[in-house]
């Protein structure tokens, strides 16, 4: 159970184009996901949390208008990277928190997307 | 100081070693720990939760001290497929939902 997808694992792309990337919660409901970044020998970094049917929450630092978040279903949730650059370069991966699940319980990740803008 | 902080390692040991990890975090009232394990250009997998009294899954057992705040992790009669790297990982208070990683350390077993 608590499986994730995320789509696409991976995508090349021209600098100033936009890509989009999914996360699929496909057998339980998530009204929060959560969206990571990683650099090369680095930690992940959580981007934003992502609410369903609500606004999503950036840390510190994460541009909202360059990183659009849309969680319109209780399954889904995308990230748009706008205007993409070389440096926007990274491994993305989102996880989902079950509805079901109480406080406390560990995330379950998405098998991520590779992005590398030339 | 980083939230959590791990040695990067790496860690090489032979087939059959006990190797141990620490990791530190530096919020006295962090709520619960877990360690996750990543493979190569892979998503981190859950490997085990650290519960107080520590906890043991087979091969690995897991320790929290909260008086020094850190964790452990033990990996006995280590092999081939343990080489991965391990992610400390903790939930700051406030926020049960909210992740902080550690840039995880990361293990190499020979045979």
């Known amino acids: 159970g608590a499986v994730v997808s995320q789509h696409p694992s991976w995508v090349i792309c021209k600098s100033g184009t936009s890509v989009k990337i999914e996360c699929r919660s496909l057998?339980?409901?998530?009204?929060?996901m959560f969206w990571y970044r990683q650099f090369p020998k680095q930690s992940l970094m959580l981007m934003a949390t992502?609410?369903?049917?609500?606004?999503?929450?950036?840390e510190q630092g994460v541009e909202k208008d360059k990183f659009l978040i849309n969680h319109a279903s209780l399954t889904l949730s995308t990230l748009t990277v706008t205007s993409a650059h070389p440096e926007d370069s990274s491994f993305y991966i989102c996880?989902?928190?079950?509805?079901?699940?109480?406080?406390?319980?560990?995330?379950?990740f998405g098998n991520g997307t590779r992005l590398t803008v030339t | 100081r980083k939230e959590v902080e791990q040695d990067p390692g790496p860690f090489n040991v032979p087939e059959g070693a006990t190797v141990a990890f620490n990791c530190t975090y530096s919020n006295s009232a962090s709520q619960s720990f877990f360690w996750y394990r990543q493979d190569c250009r892979k998503e981190p997998k859950l490997l085990m939760s650290v519960y107080s009294s520590g906890n043991e899954d087979g091969r690995f057992t897991a320790q929290l001290n909260r008086a020094s705040q850190y964790i452990s992790l033990l990996i006995r009669d280590s092999k081939l497929s343990d080489s991965a790297t391990y992610l400390c990982v903790v939930n700051p208070p406030r926020n049960t939902d909210k992740l902080i990683f550690g840039t995880g350390t990361r293990l190499q077993v020979f045979p």
């Open positions: 057998d339980f409901q998530a009204t929060t």
């Open positions: 992502s609410n369903e049917g609500s606004k999503a929450t950036y």
């Open positions: 996880s989902a928190l079950p509805n079901y699940s109480r406080s406390n319980s560990p995330l379950h």
